[in-house]
Nanobody, 128 residues
Framework: VQLQASGGGSVQSGGSLRLSCAAS????????IAWFRQAPGKEREGVSS????????VYADSVKGRFTISKDNAENAVNLQMNSLQPEDTGVYYC??????????????????????WGKGTQVTVSS
């Protein structure tokens, strides 16, 4: 599976961005897709994950109520709608896939270790 993240940019505090993770080379039906972010000098952290097969989702506490993850079956992609962005949301955002074979996602999928495939990141910058 090849993953490509897009949609990053620069916004002011309170603004919105929509990221997309497009997949090629395989259907996403067997996978959960997770979004991670990494700020300069910090470890990569999980933001949200979705199981493509059953639609279950999980969010990091820091983004609950502000971010929404969704699947786009027609485009074989996963989107991350980010609202009420804050400067602490700044970082490089990556999408990754983990094989779940029709299973649900869980908070385990917000850990970077164990992911089977990674896409290149897209920069998100939020200014105050």
């Amino acid at each position: 599976v090849q993953l490509q993240a897009s949609g990053g940019g620069s916004v002011q505090s309170g603004g919105s961005l929509r990221l997309s993770c497009a997949a090629s080379g395989s259907t996403l039906d067997y996978y959960a897709i997770a979004w991670f972010r990494q700020a300069p000098g910090k470890e990569r952290e999980g933001v949200s994950s979705i199981s493509i097969s059953d639609g279950s989702v999980v969010y990091a506490d820091s983004v609950k109520g502000r971010f929404t993850i969704s699947k786009d079956n027609a485009e074989n992609a996963v989107n991350l709608q980010m609202n009420s962005l804050q400067p602490e949301d700044t970082g490089v955002y990556y999408c990754a896939a983990i094989l779940v074979v029709y299973g649900p996602t869980s908070s385990d999928h917000l850990r970077p270790d164990g992911m089977n495939f990674w896409g290149k990141g897209t920069q998100v910058t939020v200014s105050s």
